[in-house]
């Protein structure tokens, strides 16, 4: 079984940068394609970055060109950089696989303030 941490998030003013990090531990070599997600309050549970093995990044249309997710293969660690934060960025936020197959962690909140 795979568990996953996540951390990283807190309260920033608009315009401001968080830089998210995701630790994979348990019964894993090598972490799959994996990807960020984020549930506003009342919410779905939305993608918003993916990225493959190969290092290969996909993005949702409303952060694209201020989120960049990255990989340590060797830590098996996901990290998400989060720069121009806007209010509506205001969710918690998950990693997992890019099809959501692993337990969820319990996320880590990201409050924009404007």
């Known amino acids: 079984q795979v568990q996953l941490v996540e951390s990283g998030g807190g309260l920033v003013q608009a315009g401001g940068s968080l830089r998210l990090s995701c630790s994979a531990s348990?019964?894993?070599?090598?972490?799959?394609?994996m990807a960020w997600y984020r549930q506003a309050a009342g919410g779905q549970r939305d993608l918003v970055a993916s990225?493959?093995?190969?290092?290969?990044?996909n993005y949702a249309d409303s952060v694209k060109g201020r989120f960049a997710i990255t990989r340590d293969s060797a830590k098996n660690t996901i990290y998400l950089q989060m720069n121009s934060l806007k209010p509506e960025d205001t969710a918690v936020y998950y990693c997992?696989?890019?099809?959501?197959?692993?337990?969820w962690g319990q996320g880590t909140q990201v409050t924009v303030s404007s």
């Open positions: 348990g019964s894993i070599f090598s972490l799959p394609d």
């Open positions: 990225i493959t093995v190969g290092g290969i990044t």
């Open positions: 997992n696989t890019k099809w959501g197959t692993y337990s």
